[in-house]
């Protein structure tokens, strides 16, 4: 068994009241879902998520909570997959898709990003990111 480590970010922007999640859709597949991608030799986790969340989307973000999330899956046979994933913002809604790989990034209203994943893995990071960003919120008021 082929074990590999990725990281990413579900990246959260504010306009007004409203609060958009960025998402990527790939090229192979077409689903969306959140940037990320396979750490290298001495990066940390923090470092992997930032990277890539830059060259896949052009978006430079801060990761500014505790919050992190894992989720183990099999791309293909004898392989398992580990993903991390953390919170991050940005108040730049400038985004470009990385040439070649990625088809689009797009920022999805919060109301509407759940329904637009397509893995349950996904789904469950973003519940899991939305109550972490809840009680976040509520420190603030």
């Known amino acids: 068994m082929v074990w590999e480590k990725s990281c990413g970010a579900l990246v959260l922007r504010r306009e007004g009241d409203k609060y958009y999640v960025l998402m990527i859709r790939h090229k192979q ?4 879902s959140f940037p990320k991608g396979h750490m290298e030799e001495g990066e940390s986790e923090y470092t992997t998520a930032l990277r890539e ?3 896949e989307t052009s978006s ?8 992190r999330a894992t989720v183990e899956y099999s791309p293909s046979p004898g392989v398992m997959k580990e993903v991390v994933y953390f919170l ?4 730049d809604p400038t985004i470009r898709p990385r040439e070649g790989e990625i088809a689009e990034v797009e920022w999805i209203p919060l109301e509407e990003a759940e329904a637009s994943l397509a893995h349950e893995n996904d789904k469950t990071v973003f519940r899991a990111a939305m109550e ?3 009680r976040m919120t509520c420190a603030i008021k």
């Open 29 to 32: 597949k077409g689903n969306r």
């Open 53 to 55: 969340v830059m060259e």
């Open 60 to 67: 430079r973000v801060a990761i500014v909570s505790d919050f």
């Open 88 to 91: 991050a913002f940005t108040t």
């Open 132 to 134: 972490r960003m809840q």
